[in-house]
């Protein structure tokens, strides 16, 4: 998977893990502890890759090139440095066969917000969408970012007590969620 930047998906992984990073997911131990630590996830698909569940990003793309050369280094790459020094930060490469799944297109032009995704499996994000957007989609992009998890799960609005969101064709306007923590229960 080279590219014409000169950037492969092996010699990344090679040369980071060479350095002592590992691959795969870091799970943050349970117990609360000093320093804090933020947990980014990159994962490297066949055509790209991406950053906690973001856009993709190509790797011939001369704008990338100084991010993957820290993540070749297996340092972080300064967009995603703490500005508290006192922060740890875990970097997680992930390999994913096939290319990455097209989320939901946000359009910047209609009123739209984050909503902050809390996952049975401890991961945590932030994904944009529409006012017009459903339960449904916010379901679909949790599907879509973890491929062969299974779907018997419910989505509730972080509050007390937490809200079932069990209409799936409800909008994130009508459902209220404009700012708001989903979080995903089995």
């Not at 002592?20 to 117990?31: H, I, N, Q, V, Y």
């Not at 090139?65 to 930060?89: G, H, M, N, W, Y």
């Amino acid at each position: 998977m080279a590219s014409q930047s000169g950037f492969d998906v092996d010699s990344i992984f090679d040369q980071a893990r060479e350095l002592g990073t590992l691959e795969g997911r870091f799970d943050p131990p349970s117990a609360p502890q000093q320093p804090k630590t933020v947990v980014h996830n990159i994962i490297f698909w066949s055509d790209g890759f991406s950053v906690n569940d973001g856009p993709l990003r190509q790797l011939d793309d001369p704008e990338n090139a100084p991010f993957l050369e820290f993540i070749r280094k297996s340092d972080c790459p300064r967009e995603l440095q703490p500005e508290d020094r006192s922060t740890e930060v875990h970097i997680n490469l992930i390999r994913r066969d096939g290319k990455c799944p097209q989320g939901l297109v946000v359009d910047k032009s209609l009123p739209w917000t984050s909503i902050q995704l809390k996952l049975a499996d401890g991961t945590c994000m932030t994904a944009e969408f529409n006012y017009r957007h459903t339960i449904s989609d916010i379901r679909t992009f949790v599907d879509t970012s973890r491929p062969g998890s299974p779907s018997n799960y419910q989505l509730l609005v972080m509050g007390r007590p937490p809200k079932i969101l069990n209409d799936p064709t409800q909008t994130i306007e009508e459902a209220d969620l404009a700012r708001s923590v989903v979080i995903q229960k089995f």
